[in-house]
């Protein structure tokens, strides 16, 4: 069966502080896709990033950055110098097909 | 930019109604899905649909819910007799090829009385 896993269910840093959010999947496929979106408050989920499984190089997008590892099931993001623009809820997900979401994570980030 | 545009936006019903949620993927995508999220939780796979039939479908998706796509723009999902517990934000999203990104669409949301 196929999971997703982010543990941290809201998490408050204040700005410009860098903050982690981590993501553990569970999957038997050996082929498998890896996705960030972002849901502000506004409702609507934003696609953020997609990583196939072969790739395990890890990805720099402005502040954002991604840290795959294979070896631990994780898919890891990081905001650097946050901004309160970046509050949202922060899901991962995992497809081999269909999208499995996480719980997501809500983060604050507070002026 | 090409977006995933749903109507309506919002939609009040009440229970033992049918339901119509409107969808219009971006154009030159070939697969297409239906999520649900009940307030606060995560979001919920429904069905996906691919060369004008259901590709996979989860056990929410049981028999009071049905995909058309009626003409080559519109992605439906029909709601026979609506619930309570069906009062969700109903998202549709489209990808180009299966396992790409998926793009959502604004979302409905589905208030059943």
């Known amino acids: 069966a196929q999971k997703v896993t982010q543990a941290q269910t809201e998490i408050s840093v204040v700005e410009k502080e860098d903050v982690t959010l981590d993501c553990v999947y569970e999957?038997?496929?050996?082929?498998?896709?890896l996705f960030w979106y972002k849901q502000p408050p506004s409702g609507e989920l934003v696609f953020l990033i997609r990583?196939?499984?072969?790739?395990?190089q890890n990805e720099i997008s402005g502040r954002y950055s991604w840290n795959f590892q294979k070896s631990t099931s994780s898919f890891n993001f990081t905001i650097t110098a946050s901004q309160v623009v970046d509050s949202a809820v922060y899901f991962c997900?995992?497809?081999?097909?269909?999208?499995?979401f996480g719980k997501g994570t809500r983060l604050h980030i507070l002026p | 930019e090409p977006e995933v545009t749903q109507t309506p936006s919002h939609q009040v019903t009440q229970m033992g109604q049918e339901v119509i949620l409107r969808c219009v993927p971006i154009?030159?995508?070939?697969?297409f899905y239906w999520y649900r999220q009940i307030l606060g939780q995560k979001v919920e796979f429904l069905v996906s649909?691919?060369?004008?039939?259901?590709?996979?479908k989860s056990e929410i998706f049981d028999d009071q819910f049905s995909v058309e796509r009626p003409d080559g723009s519109n992605f439906t999902l029909k709601i026979r007799s609506t619930k309570l517990e069906d009062s969700a934000m109903y998202f549709c999203?489209?990808?180009?090829?299966?396992?790409?990104?998926?793009?959502f669409g604004p979302g409905t949301r589905l208030t059943v009385t």
């Open positions: 999203a489209s990808s180009e090829r299966e396992n790409y990104e998926q793009y």
């Open positions: 999957t038997r496929d050996t082929t498998y896709y």
């Open positions: 990583r196939n499984s072969f790739d395990e």
């Open positions: 997900a995992l497809s081999g097909g269909k999208i499995i």
């Open positions: 154009s030159n995508h070939l697969y």
């Open positions: 649909f691919y060369n004008n039939e259901i590709s996979e």
